[in-house]
């Protein structure tokens, strides 16, 4: 099994849709959950961070972690064109340890 | 002006030859991190350093090593290029925050490897 998988994509969504990326993992160690989007011929930008479970809102955002499901999720409402990019999950067992991350979703948000 | 700053922006190389990739940060972070990028892949691990003094191998160290020539400075080293080492590099950096663990990158090195 491995260590994280997620959807390559492409997604494709008209603008104003909302957006729901997924992430599933098989550490249970993990406790620190992570968003990063990466815009072409960019490095990856840290959008969003959870610690343990739960939601987490910021904006048109929203991280959802779901601990004994091992998935995570990230929801963008009101999509909109520059929304358009991959977006990687991320996920590390303790603030010493590395990051791994998933090999990203690619989105396209039609206007 | 960028905060991790990594030259060239893009290289070509042939076979067997020696590359070096560098890495500059005015951050002021200690931490120091070497990923590749590949279509499918996503992004792994080469080398990465948590001070100066401090150089640890990630999960894809093979054919690669790396200088920490100063707090600000972490190069990477191709010894002897070879076509599967053509792919999209980045540097990275971090410092303990409380309660996070962000890495802020570079804007990529694009390396062919002919």
């Known amino acids: 099994q491995k260590e994280v998988e997620q959807d390559p994509g492409p997604l494709s969504v008209p603008e104003g849709a909302i957006v729901s990326l997924n992430c599933t993992y098989s550490n249970s160690a993990f406790q620190y959950f992570m968003w990063y989007r990466q815009y072409s011929r960019k490095g990856p930008e840290l959008l969003m961070y959870t610690y343990s479970s739960g939601n987490k809102e910021d904006g048109r955002f929203t991280a959802q972690v779901d601990k004994s499901s091992k998935y995570i999720s990230l929801f963008i409402r009101d999509s909109q064109p520059s929304d358009s990019a991959t977006y990687l999950c991320a996920f590390s067992m303790n603030r010493d340890d590395k990051i791994i991350f998933g090999k990203g979703t690619r989105l396209h948000i039609l206007p | 002006d960028a905060d991790v700053t990594q030259t060239p922006r893009n290289r070509i190389t042939k076979t067997g030859k020696r590359i070096m990739l560098e890495c500059s940060q005015t951050?002021?972070?200690?931490?120091m991190y070497w990923y590749r990028q590949d279509p499918g892949l996503g992004l792994r691990l080469i080398y990465y350093s948590f001070d100066v003094k401090d150089i640890n191998k990630g999960e894809i160290s093979d054919g690669y090593s790396v200088s920490r020539q100063a707090q600000a400075k972490f190069s990477l080293s191709l010894e002897s290029a070879i076509p599967n080492q053509t792919a999209l590099y980045f540097c990275?950096?971090?410092?303990?925050?409380?309660?996070?663990?962000?890495?802020?990158f570079g804007p990529g090195t694009r390396l062919t490897v002919l």
């Open positions: 990275a950096t971090s410092d303990l925050r409380p309660g996070q663990n962000e890495q802020f």
């Open positions: 951050k002021g972070h200690d931490r």
